[in-house]
């Protein structure tokens, strides 16, 4: 099929099954009613069924029936271990209201780190008593080699990456830490498999990332990525990206694309984790939009499925401002109520700045998720979020600088500066008095 | 009968309704030359500004762009040699290594409906088959696409081998994609870059006249 022929159709069937819905979602409200999200569920899987994903590589579309979407959504795991021996983890389903805590794996996701402070910047989320797995930045050199894809600088820079990760999990005194979303490093097939050549990372301490492209894609890439990790025993990250404002035009929209591109995955990976993020075009700046997005998704799996989800925290503000923190732990806090099982990310400037991730960030998320456990109250819970964003919008309009990690940090020590604590205590002291129930 | 009910229709979207005003424009004689600026180019720009304001999506872009290539037939033929030029050539490609190609397609379909004509080339091209495309169809711009900071470094190789190739002023070379800025795009000797689809319109458009290329 002609890739447009297969664009256009996915657009008006998306349309055809939000209009279908007739739904209109109260975006004050970011916990959607359990009916809208149990509706949009059932959207998806008819959605999956029609349109499938296509591959690039083949320019086929690879078709779902509506039965095997279904018994995929219905045999994942509901709780799977992670990690080596006194660190290994339970990564078990959560649901809306859920008292248990979620697996806490925060770290500066895909932010550029350069050699010099990859071992310590990664030991500020590491070495954090509330972190129990992180997932990692990506280098910018390493030995000499430039971090460039398509090149045999990516093996070189995965395989390192392995290494020095592993190192930071020793040095935090966690040597059997669970590692998400490795390598970060490498994008291509050989710097992805490189990273679990001996010595790199193992079956049993890793998740391997595979990502449905925007507009339901896939390539020999995610089919090889696939196949290495059913034949290794890999768990898998799995993730259907879908940009909001383009294919998709609004949260139905995006969760029900969402939804159907992860059955697929889960279907041809095996998976059993989904992170998840919404990605906005310019068009669609604010996070009206782009926080019920996620509370709907999270909220129509968790109803609908025995399935372990990642929420991916991260802020569009830099690093060691408060805007940051209240941010970061704004879009930690929703989906934890939702029933996320693992809370992860944190990075800060969208992930682009080099060395501007911290700690502290990671720090903000973990604990805003455990607070987030057990708010069985959809109400209460909208009315904190109503709070916290108001909160942000304020701090946003103080035009804070930010800083990097070297700037914030005593690195020998890994430790945050007097200064950046002092910023930290504030930041969560207004958290909650926005109602956010800290547990201490 | 009017220009501005034409590109009221294209605005629209109402395909058969923007034919039929253009055929019956130009049976009565109209200029053909104000029923293409002041009808279908200003209708389909309305197109591109709606998608910029989240007013239309992609679907809408797309199918301004076919109504596009359905109407600018029925008025080609009766336009001069140099009335119905393109406003340029572009050739648009994402880098090698990066296999993200939601950005380019959305700059592709915008200049496609400012009057640009384009060669899209896809994902994962390396430094050379960009340069011998744009050689093989003699465009004026060179448009290149990443996602990564992994994969930004590939639109410098562009540059960097246009310069050793003699041949960086033949083209105008613009920059976007996520991890770009415009401080990227300076560093490595690009001409342009554009935040976004509508921006990177804007600023082709700039750079094709301070050239002086296309027409």
Redesign the interface.
């Known amino acids: 099929m002609d890739v447009?022929e297969f664009?256009?159709k996915l657009?008006?069937k998306l349309?055809e099954a939000s209009a279908k819905l007739n739904i209109k979602l109260n975006l004050d409200e970011v916990i959607p009613p359990p009916d809208v999200a149990d509706a949009v569920f059932e959207a998806a899987i008819d959605y999956g069924a029609e349109v499938g994903l296509y591959n690039?590589d083949t320019s086929r579309v690879l078709q779902f029936s509506r039965a095997e979407l279904i018994e995929t959504a219905h045999t994942r795991k509901p709780e799977f271990n992670i990690g080596e021996g006194k660190d290994m983890v339970t990564i078990r389903a959560r649901h809306f209201g859920d008292k248990s805590l979620p697996v806490r794996m925060p770290g500066p996701a895909g932010v550029?780190i350069t050699e010099e402070y990859y071992v310590p910047l990664h030991l500020s989320y590491a070495k954090l008593p509330e972190v129990q797995g992180i997932v990692p930045g990506?280098l910018?050199t390493a030995r000499g080699f430039?971090?460039?894809?398509?090149?045999p600088a990516?093996v070189v820079l995965a395989m390192q990456e392995a290494r020095l990760l592993q190192e930071v999990a020793r040095w935090a005194g966690k040597p059997g830490m669970p590692l998400g979303e490795v390598p970060m490093?490498?994008?291509?097939d050989p710097g992805i498999i490189a990273a679990y050549a001996p010595g790199g990372y193992r079956a049993t301490n890793s998740l391997i990332p595979i990502q449905v492209?925007?507009?339901l894609k896939i390539?020999w890439?995610h089919l090889n990525i696939a196949a290495f990790a059913q034949e290794q025993g890999i768990e898998v990250w799995g993730m259907a990206f879908v940009?909001m404002?383009?294919?998709?035009?609004d949260p139905i929209e995006t969760a029900i694309k969402t939804i159907a591109g992860e059955l697929a995955l889960m279907s041809f990976t095996n998976g059993n984790l989904l992170y998840s993020a919404t990605i906005p075009?310019?068009?669609?700046k604010s996070y009206k939009p782009v926080l019920p997005t996620e509370a709907l998704k999270f909220l129509a799996k968790t109803r609908n499925m025995e399935i372990c989800l990642v929420c991916t925290a991260g802020a569009v503000f830099k690093a060691a401002t408060k805007a940051s923190l209240i941010e970061n732990a704004l879009m930690a806090f929703a989906p934890s109520v939702a029933g996320a099982a693992v809370v992860s990310f944190g990075e800060s400037g969208m992930g682009?700045i080099v060395n501007g991730s911290t700690g502290m960030e990671g720090k903000i998320i973990c604990e805003t998720a455990m607070a987030a456990a057990g708010v069985d109250d959809r109400k209460e819970a909208n009315r904190i979020v109503g709070n916290v964003v108001s909160m942000l919008m304020q701090q946003a309009m103080k035009g804070e600088k930010g800083k990097t990690f070297p700037e914030c940090y005593d690195v020998g020590k890994v430790e945050p500066l007097d200064e950046f604590k002092q910023l930290y205590a504030e930041a969560k002291k207004d958290l909650r008095q926005a109602g956010i129930p800290f547990k201490y | 009968m009017s220009t501005k009910e034409i590109a009221e229709a294209i605005e629209q979207l109402e395909g058969a309704k923007a034919e039929e005003l253009v055929m019956k424009a130009l049976n009565e004689g109209a200029n053909p030359w104000e029923i293409l600026q002041e009808g279908i180019v200003k209708g389909i720009k309305a197109v591109g500004d709606k998608?910029?304001?989240?007013e239309y999506?992609?679907?809408e872009l797309?199918e301004g762009a076919e109504l596009a290539e359905k109407l600018l037939p029925l008025v080609k033929p009766r336009l001069t040699t140099d009335q119905s030029k393109p406003k340029g050539t572009v050739v648009m490609a994402t880098v090698?290594?990066?296999?993200?190609?939601?950005g380019k397609n959305?700059v592709i379909m915008q200049l496609s409906l400012n009057g640009y004509k384009v060669h899209d080339m896809g994902?994962?091209n390396p430094a050379m088959n960009i340069i011998n495309k744009a050689k093989e169809v003699e465009a004026d711009v060179i448009g290149l696409s990443a996602l990564?900071?992994?994969?930004i470094?590939?639109q410098g190789e562009v540059i960097q081998n246009l310069k050793e190739l003699g041949l960086r002023d033949k083209y105008i070379v613009v920059v976007g994609g996520?991890?770009t800025t415009q401080k990227w795009a300076t560093q490595i000797g690009a001409d342009g870059w554009g935040?976004?689809a509508v921006q990177a319109v804007a600023v082709i458009d700039q750079l094709v006249e301070k050239k002086g290329a296309g027409k």
């Open positions: 447009k664009n256009k657009q008006v349309r690039n550029p990506c910018t430039k971090n460039l894809a398509a090149t990516e490093s490498a994008m291509n492209y925007p507009g390539g890439h940009v404002g383009a294919f998709a035009r075009t310019g068009a669609i682009t | 998608f910029g304001k989240g999506f992609l679907l797309q090698k290594g990066d296999l993200h190609d939601i959305l994902m994962d990564l900071l992994s994969t470094p590939a996520g991890a935040v976004d």
